[in-house]
């Protein structure tokens, strides 16, 4: 597979030879903490993943949303697995919270400004948040 055209690397959280888990400024649907989980290797259709690296791929998956609750305060994440954009199998995680602009509805992935994140060293704060509760 070849990576994503990515110059800033400030968003990545996780980047090893399986997977890649990255945060996104100003963030989609204005919820802070929006973040991606796309394995390395390639797949356009899930079902075309081998059992065992699909398996892999939600541990990771329930791996990145428990540790994205605890950093955030969330109450819900949603979770919405696309391969339209860059043909490529990823997950998009959603934190939810009791007072989001969407709330019981579904988000509007348009929305981006204002940005949930008070500056861009808070965004920068919230990804180093993640990488230690990952790598503990």
Do not use: C
């Not at 541990?59 to 305060?73: D, F, I, S, Y």
């Amino acid at each position: 597979m070849t990576e994503p055209e990515y110059e800033d690397k400030s968003d990545d959280i996780l980047h090893d030879d399986v997977f890649w888990v990255h945060g996104q400024y100003p963030g989609q649907g204005r919820l802070f903490g929006k973040l991606i989980v796309t394995p390395k290797e390639h797949y356009f259709h899930f079902e075309d993943m081998p059992e065992t690296e699909a398996a892999n791929f939600m541990r990771e998956v329930q791996r990145v949303g428990r540790a994205l609750r605890k950093v955030t305060g969330a109450v819900k994440i949603n979770y919405e697995m696309h391969a339209n954009t860059g043909a490529h199998i990823h997950m998009h995680l959603f934190p939810r919270y009791l007072d989001d602009d969407f709330p019981s509805l579904p988000i509007d992935y348009h929305a981006n400004e204002p940005a949930p994140y008070e500056s861009y060293e808070e965004y920068l704060w919230f990804i180093k948040r993640m990488q230690e509760e990952l790598t503990l």
